[in-house]
């Protein structure tokens, strides 16, 4: 083996370790439609989180978004003791960019997306009574925060 090859190849195997999430194969059937309802609520929280420490909200905008952080820290806490039932790792996606009512409500419509498509495939129906009940939740989050952009 040439020496650049065996570089490479040590290169690649070490980028490998130094990152084993991407060597990890995507969980399966309720727990990767679990996961991806997990990873769309921490980015969800991420974004929540940002909004907080953002300045130019309102006092009543800040006040919403405290109401809904508490939901969403149950929600996520609820996906994670989920993950770990069904023997899956747990998402910690970085905080996606922005802040503010409007890029809440967008990661609002992922969140209730990544749910619907768990809905329809669920195997386990204490894991959609879960989601469901949560979708909910994200629904009437999502309508408070679309009149508050209204108001």
Do not use: N
């Amino acid at each position: 083996m040439r020496r650049r090859t065996f570089i490479a190849a040590g290169a690649a195997s070490a980028a490998a370790l130094a990152a084993p999430r991407l060597a990890v194969a995507a969980p399966k059937g309720d727990a990767g439609l679990i996961y991806a309802v997990a990873d769309a609520e921490w980015k969800l929280l991420g974004v929540v989180d940002a909004s907080l420490g953002d300045s130019s909200l309102s006092p009543d905008h800040v006040r919403l978004i405290s109401r809904i952080r508490e939901h969403e820290v149950d929600h996520s806490a609820a996906l994670d003791t989920f993950l770990e039932a069904l023997g899956s790792e747990k998402p910690r996606p970085a905080a996606p960019p922005g802040s503010g009512l409007g890029a809440i409500a967008g990661h609002k419509r992922a969140v209730l997306a990544a749910q619907r498509a768990a809905a329809r495939e669920l195997i386990d129906a204490k894991l959609l009574q879960s989601i469901a009940t949560m979708a909910g939740c994200e629904g009437q989050h999502l309508v408070a925060i679309e009149r508050a952009l209204e108001a």
